[in-house]
């Protein structure tokens, strides 16, 4: 993987003349040091929403989802549309560890680690919402093809739905090993700089003892790239049958060939946004600005324009050819997105998604950090706009006029969004406080080529 | 060192050439109606693969990659078909636009009106096609078509031109510059391969439409380029030329060939799948057509564009064959130019359709050009461009 002649155009990735032992110091300080009180705030806040959601759930769970806004037409939304919104967030971590990793970009060690803890976190959100939507959580298991017995009936392989359990499962658990496994070594570094017996001892046991020898190395090297081969049809896999959940179907809006790669670009692009929210603040509050460079954040700037770029390049084709097919059910549909009683949902997606990440084709902003956090957050909100457009706007106008409606949301519907919210930060703020966030071992790696040091002289 | 184009092999280029003039000339005399869609197969196909080859150049630009810099001579080469293509593929399309034949249902101006001149309903006219007139009309087609090639062209004369900058020594300015250029084009591409792709070949079939058509051309068109970038590759080293090209360029090459012809059927499986389950009349019957009168191409260039290559290149080892990769890469390209058949005659020959010697002997006729124009490009210039920002990367690219 390394390449003894990097060329001067190169960007250092590591600034400030490290050493290997001081890349360890740096990154295991937060896990060394005590907490600020910033940090205590944040996560009391965190908890506190997490918590909120969590009586949400119970409520919802308690009374049936009839707590919802949910209706006879609008059958799918708030609850789909964050479990969409979550998915998607996670792809940007198996994009930066898988794809990245495949085409040799090193500049991905100093985020993916962070990103991959994103995808677990974002993983385990979204999985709720159709958990919930099945009302009777406690068969949740049915969704599996267990035999009749169980008291359950056999699972409709027909229904993309299902193919969503499948894709999801096999994504999360695909990922989380992959996580892990990045982690041992990590996990191994912080366990020999600890003191106190009783954390070696965990964190021996979360390295699964890992001695460091060749051999172990060896297998470490194999096993990532093994599973940066199989996670990178998985990650296109999941966002393809989740937008399969709508374009197998025959309502206008849902049903369009290009759903498929579009969402793919879309899950991208908000998990992308997602990483920039998380780091950009991380790097400050841990000083972790050597490792996560202005350079990282522009180069996730640009991804950032390519997939917005792509998404609007998708808006417009489906815009066009509603008008090109001459189907007049497709041709409303659209109309009734710009136009109709949920034209600012639509016009929300449009500026957040298609405008705002454009401005990063100038330099100053996508090397800004304030501008950078500020149109994340843009990203993050125009992304949820857009499976609400999808969802809510293409199910409140059916086929039948008498049966036209509106969506209102409820409580339990904002209640259980921001309780998810809660959940995912207070994963990750855990995460930051006790898991090695940036993948140090294959850091280190790198050191020698890209550091700010003079080009030392190679073995 | 420079590449050779010996009397011997410009020869080859001058008989498949011959052969092909022979064959169109024939086929319009034998039969018009058979040697246009012929024309705009090949002539479209071979202008994709310069097109997809110009789209990595700019690729490798703006992702700042390292590893290609030993192998973008040939990738120009390639690229610099392009305005004969263009060429070709331009009159193709404008004089069908013309009406000049049957390609495009749209271009008859006999069905677009309701009513015939003397106040009678019209029987041959066509509300859908009428609906799509604002777009679909000779005018604003042929402008388009200018728009795109020319755009295209232009955006080659100055990769070009940067190219000519870059081989008089390191020059960074110039390598900035070539990025911002290549971001310019990836913009243009952006939009463009797909709205061409929607004029030259989805419009065939007039009635149809599908939004991810663009995409799906893009992603056949590409690979086929990616593959032809391989050959090349291959065929110069064969030629002793190319030292610093190693089994580990080589081997990404093929890689590029294994990920984008999974990548073609993914764009495949989805345009297909989502069409089929949903069984919607105005769209379904894209598909039933060609699996009536086109089924054994059908199912074999799923097989030639995926199963085959996936199996065969899946191995280490077998990316680092040079001739496995190169019988590979035939296959592939022969999948291509059969899968755009399969787009291109349903909506033309209907279930009269041949793959016979009008439509093999135009192939060879233009492959004969292409070649001509490729290895001209290549003997006109050292292949190697030491003074490239990344060339020392790219020597010692090792994987």
């Keep these: 993987m390394e390449n003894h002649s990097t060329a001067t155009v190169r960007q250092p990735l590591i600034l400030g003349n490290k050493t290997y032992h001081q890349i360890s110091e740096d990154i295991a300080r937060p896990i060394e040091g005590k907490a600020s009180k910033l940090f205590k705030v944040v996560f009391v806040i965190s908890v506190l929403l997490a918590l909120w959601g969590v009586g949400c759930f119970a409520y919802t769970i308690g009374t049936g989802i009839g707590v919802w806004g949910n209706n006879k037409s609008v059958g799918w939304a708030w609850d789909i549309t964050n479990f969409v919104w979550w998915v998607g967030i996670g792809h940007a971590g198996t994009l930066i560890s898988a794809v990245l990793l495949l085409f040799r970009q090193r500049w991905r060690m100093s985020i993916n680690r962070s990103a991959e803890a994103m995808t677990i976190f974002a993983v385990i959100c979204a999985a709720l919402f159709p958990v919930m939507h099945m009302g009777r959580v406690w068969v949740a298991y049915w969704v599996f093809p267990l035999p009749n017995q169980f008291g359950s009936l056999w699972v409709n392989f027909n229904s993309p739905l299902l193919w969503d359990v499948f894709a999801i499962s096999t994504y999360f658990t695909v990922s989380l090993v992959f996580w892990y496994t990045g982690l041992i070594p990590d996990f191994a570094t912080i366990r020999d700089r600890q003191m106190k017996p009783r954390m070696q001892r965990i964190y021996n046991i979360l390295s699964f003892g890992w001695s460091g020898s060749a051999k172990q190395w060896s297998r470490f090297e194999e096993v990532s790239l093994v599973l940066a081969g199989l996670s990178t049809p998985l990650v296109l896999s999941v966002h393809t049958i989740v937008s399969m959940d709508f374009a197998t179907s025959v309502i206008p809006g849902w049903h369009t060939t290009i759903f498929p790669p579009y969402f793919v670009a879309g899950a991208i692009f908000s998990g992308f946004a997602m990483v920039l929210t998380l780091l950009i603040i991380m790097r400050k509050v841990l000083n972790l600005e050597d490792y996560i460079t202005i350079q990282h954040i522009e180069l996730m700037n640009k991804i950032i324009i390519v997939t917005g770029s792509i998404v609007g390049v998708a808006y417009l084709t489906e815009l066009f050819t509603s008008w090109y097919s001459g189907v007049e059910y497709e041709q409303y549909a659209f109309l009734n997105r710009a136009t109709g009683p949920y034209w600012w949902s639509n016009w929300s997606m449009m500026t957040c998604n298609v405008i705002t990440p454009q401005l990063f084709w100038f330099k100053k902003i996508r090397t800004s950090l304030v501008a950078t956090f500020i149109i994340s957050i843009f990203v993050n909100i125009g992304m949820w706009f857009e499976r609400f457009v999808i969802i809510v706007t293409s199910l409140h106008r059916d086929y039948l006029p008498s049966s036209w409606t509106m969506f209102h949301p409820t409580f339990v519907d904002v209640g259980i969004f921001i309780g998810t919210i809660g959940i995912f930060f207070t994963c990750f703020l855990i995460f930051s406080r006790t898991f090695p966030v940036i993948a140090l071992s294959e850091l280190k790696t790198i050191l020698k080529t890209t550091s700010e040091n003079p080009k030392q002289p190679h073995h | ?399």
């Excluded at chain 2, 439509?359 to 001209?376: C, H, N, Q």
């Design chain 2, 1 to 399: 060192m420079n590449y050779t184009f010996s009397s011997k092999t410009r020869n080859i280029c001058f008989i498949l050439m011959a052969i092909g003039l022979v064959s169109i000339v024939g086929a319009f005399i034998a039969d018009s109606h058979r040697a246009w869609p012929s024309l705009l197969l090949n002539s479209f196909f071979f202008m994709a693969i310069a097109l997809g080859s110009l789209f990595f150049i700019a690729i490798q630009y703006a992702a700042e990659a390292g590893w290609s810099a030993v192998v973008k001579r040939p990738m120009e080469a390639i690229a610099s078909y392009l305005p004969y293509g263009a060429v070709f593929l331009g009159i193709v399309v404008t004089l069908s636009a013309l009406h000049f034949n049957h390609i495009y249902h749209w271009a008859d101006p006999e069905i677009l009106h309701p009513t015939l001149e003397n106040g009678q309903p019209n029987p041959h006219f066509d509300k859908i096609i009428a609906g799509k007139s604002g777009f679909l009309n000779p005018v604003f087609y042929i402008i388009r078509t200018v728009v795109y090639l020319l755009g295209w062209v232009l955006f080659l004369r100055a990769f070009m031109k940067r190219s000519e900058i870059e081989a008089k020594g390191l020059d960074v300015t110039n390598w900035k510059r070539s990025q911002s250029l290549a971001a310019w084009f990836l913009v243009f591409f952006a939009v463009t391969s797909s709205t061409s792709a929607w004029d030259w070949i989805m419009s065939i079939d007039t009635h149809w439409f599908s939004t991810l058509f663009g995409w799906y051309t893009f992603a056949g068109f590409f690979v086929s380029a990616l593959t032809m970038i391989t050959l090349v590759v291959l065929y110069l080293k064969g030629q002793g030329l190319l030292p610093e090209v190693t089994d580990n360029h080589i081997h990404d090459l093929g890689k590029f060939m294994f990920a984008f012809s999974i990548f073609w059927t993914y764009l495949w499986t989805s345009q297909f799948m989502l069409i089929w389950y949903s069984n919607i009349p105005e769209e379904v019957t894209y598909y039933m057509d060609r699996f009536a009168n086109y089924k054994f191409l059908f199912l074999l260039n799923l097989f030639l564009n995926f199963f085959f290559p996936f199996l065969v290149l899946m191995k280490r080892g077998s990316k680092r064959n040079y001739n496995l990769l190169f019988f590979v890469g035939i296959v592939i390209l022969f999948g291509h130019w059969s899968d755009n058949f399969v787009m291109i005659m349903p909506g033309t020959m209907k279930e009269h359709w041949h793959m016979g010697w009008v439509e093999i002997g135009t192939m060879l006729g233009f492959l004969g050009l292409f070649g001509y124009v490729v290895l001209s490009k290549l003997a006109s210039r050292p292949v190697s461009n030491p003074t490239h920002v990344f060339y020392q990367e790219s020597v010692h690219h090792h994987i």
